[in-house]
């Protein structure tokens, strides 16, 4: 069984900061099991879209034209978390945030497919005022 937790979701104003969390418990382990990781959101009444996915180690990142410039996913494997920092945040940035990991193993390239992603954390709102 894997379970995925986010964290480090709230409310901000427009230009502001937050640095969410994503904890994988279970059968899933980065340095062992070698899945492809990502962060991914949801708006009101549209898509999930992807905003980045990466591998194990962080030599392959993709990130969205979202996300790019703005976010920055880093990984701390002891800890089995991956982290995305999110700056320059503005109202269009509200959504609610999801991690997401692969159960297969991937070397050095990352599917950016959502039906690709097997394991899905509950999401954590993210919300931006202006």
């Known amino acids: 069984q894997v379970q995925l937790v986010e964290s480090g979701g709230g409310s901000v104003q427009a230009g502001g900061s937050l640095r969410l969390s994503c904890v994988a418990s279970?059968?899933?382990?980065?340095?062992?099991?070698?899945?492809?990781v990502g962060w991914f959101r949801q708006a009101p009444g549209s898509e999930r879209e992807r905003l980045v996915v990466?591998?194990?180690?962080?030599?392959?990142?993709d990130y969205s034209d979202a996300a790019k410039g703005r976010f920055t996913i880093s990984q701390d494997s002891t800890e089995n978390t991956v982290y995305l920092q999110m700056n320059s945040l503005n109202v269009e940035d509200t959504a609610m945030y999801y991690c997401?990991?692969?159960?297969?193993?991937?070397?050095?390239?990352?599917?950016?497919?959502?039906?690709?992603?097997?394991?899905w954390g509950q999401g954590t709102q993210v919300t931006v005022s202006s």
């Open positions: 997401a990991a692969t159960a297969d193993r991937w070397a050095d390239y990352c599917p950016t497919n959502l039906a690709r992603f097997k394991y």
């Open positions: 279970g059968s899933l382990t980065y340095t062992r099991t070698n899945p492809c």
């Open positions: 990466t591998n194990t180690g962080g030599t392959f990142n």
